[in-house]
């Protein structure tokens, strides 16, 4: 079964060309690697820099510009590019832990298994509300998730990861693919989609990227403006399933493992990023009644919203 691997690109550097390194080099063979590069110009200096072609000349590539990139139009374009019965996403900062990714990965697509995301570790150098949220939202045990789960699990049911996340092409093109204009959460509606139409999503915890990011407290307002955004231009996904529920589930882990280490003068810097977060959050789900100066202030995408 023949497994194509599709990366979105933008200001590529050294992580890229070890990603790609450590995607040739794994248990189960990747056929094709697919770059859906944002901006020719970029690439063309990183590739020149780094004598990229000389090292990867298998790596098919395709180019859009900043105003059409999309987060899920531009992953859709990159799997018309592909013919292969399963198809991986990742994105440029995500790195195999391991040769046994994608076997760990792709090992349980089949039957009504629609897709599989892999477990997300923090790097080496992440704070520890990062390392604590990782290990939170990316158990170590796998989980195959229904329908039946939308009692007790709520909008986790439909979380799906495309920093790394396996797809069957069979079930992608028939219900449709990654939504074509959203400005984040592609993922997660497209699990919301297969989970309502019968289909499971695999939580793979033996399948392992190393990806965190500790961001400001400006970038948590932006980036969960957007989220607030999708939630809120997707009603028919998120609606019935809030998500300020697993939020409070996360910040009392929080405070638990503060504990436990000894670490709650951690604590209060943590809660005034989750205030970043919420507010973000809320405006985000309410920015139809903003004025448009205020969205183009408040959200991470300015390009989406032209």
Known sequence: MNIDVIIPVYRPDGKLTELISRLQDQTRPVRDIILMNTEESLFEEF???????????????WHVSKREFDHGGTRHAGVQHSDAEIFVTMTQDAMPADRDLILNLTRRLEGNTAAAYARQLPSAHSSLPERISRAFNYPEQSRLK????????????????NV??????????????????????????????AVRAGYAIAYEADARVIHSHDY???QQLHRNFD???????????????PSEGEGMKMVREVFKQMRIQGKLYRFPGFCIQCGFRYTGY???????????????????????WK
Not at 146 to 161: E, H, M, N, P, V
Not at 227 to 241: I, N, W
């Open 227 to 241: 989220l607030g955004v999708s939630q809120a231009d997707h009603p028919e996904v998120f609606r019935g399933v």
């Open 47 to 61: 590739a020149r820099r780094t004598e990229f072609w000389k090292k990867f000349s298998m790596v098919k590539i």
């Open 164 to 193: 790394c996340a396996a797809y069957r092409r069979d079930i992608y093109d028939e219900l449709g693919g990654f939504i074509r204009h959203t400005i984040f959460n592609e993922d997660m509606i497209y699990a919301a989609d």
């Open 282 to 304: 809320l405006l985000g789900k309410h920015y139809r009644r903003l004025p448009r100066r205020w969205i183009l202030a408040l959200t991470g995408n300015r390009e989406y």
């Open 216 to 218: 400001t407290n400006l």
């Open 146 to 161: 229904s329908s039946a789960d939308l009692d007790t699990l709520g909008i986790k049911t439909f979380f799906c990861s």
